[in-house]
Nanobody, 116 residues
Framework: QVQLVESGGGLVQPGGSLRLSCAAS????????MGWYRQAPGKQRDSVAT???????NYADSVKGRFTISRDNAKKTVYLQMSRLSPEDTAVYYC??????????WGRGTQVTVSS
């Protein structure tokens, strides 16, 4: 069982920045494939950014050049640095972990609201 706890969400003005954190349990964190997803009201949950155990990253086209995913295996934490935020980035952001066995786990999410 892997538990994920997101933090760092909040209200930010357009053009601003936020850093989300996801703290994970499990001694095998360094082997997990991690990701950030988001879900806006009335829309499906979409992938924002992923990072493999080896550090390879992948981004949705809508966030390329603005968001950066990273991980600190010693702290068992994955981050999402978000910059140049726009109202279209408003959503609940979820952390996701996939273990070597193929099991997937979700956090409860953290709200990000971009508004003036």
């Amino acid at each position: 069982q892997v538990q994920l706890v997101e933090s760092g969400g909040g209200l930010v003005q357009p053009g601003g920045s936020l850093r989300l954190s996801c703290a994970a349990s499990g001694v095998l964190f360094s082997t997990y494939h991690m990701g950030w997803y988001r879900q806006a009201p009335g829309k499906q949950r979409d992938s924002v950014a992923t990072i493999t155990s080896g550090g390879t990253t992948n981004y949705a086209d809508s966030v390329k050049g603005r968001f950066t995913i990273s991980r600190d295996n010693a702290k068992k934490t994955v981050y999402l640095q978000m910059s140049r935020l726009s109202p279209e980035d408003t959503a609940v952001y979820y952390c996701y972990a996939k273990t070597l066995s193929g099991s997937g786990y979700w956090g409860r999410g953290t709200q990000v609201t971009v508004s003036s």
